[in-house]
């Protein structure tokens, strides 16, 4: 059974920081961009962070470029997200996706039920 698993998500204070995991079974990560998007309360969904299947480019979207870092560890068929200097405006759902990396991100396929971040000021 395919399945995509976030976790990490968490209450935290303005300025803080969080790791969240993208936990995959059932393929492998190592053949597929690995995406990191987040939704909020009334909003559109948002493509944060991707990485292509080498872990060579990573791309950010500008709000959170510079504060977010993405990585991936194929041997745990993991993919992180680290999140720096959180703010308000970062209180989302967040979910990972397969993806393609370019231009806008794009998520296909495969996806988590995501894990909330709350920012509290």
């Known amino acids: 059974q395919v ?46 962070s991707c990485i292509d ?3 060579a480019d990573m791309i950010y979207s500008d709000s959170v470029k510079g504060r977010f870092t993405i990585s991936r560890d194929d041997a745990k068929n993991v993919v992180y997200l680290q999140m720096n200097n959180l703010k308000g405006e970062d209180t989302a759902k967040y979910f990972c996706a397969t993806a393609l990396c370019a231009g806008p991100i794009f998520g296909y396929q495969y996806w988590g039920q995501g894990t909330q971040v709350t920012v509290s000021s």
Do not use: M
């Open 3 to 48: 399945q995509l698993v976030e976790s990490g998500g968490d209450l935290v204070e303005f300025g803080g920081s969080l790791r969240l995991s993208c936990a995959a079974s059932g393929f492998n990560t190592e053949h597929y961009s690995i995406g990191w998007f987040r939704q909020a309360p009334g909003k559109e969904r948002e493509g944060v």
């Open 53 to 55: 299947p080498q872990g």
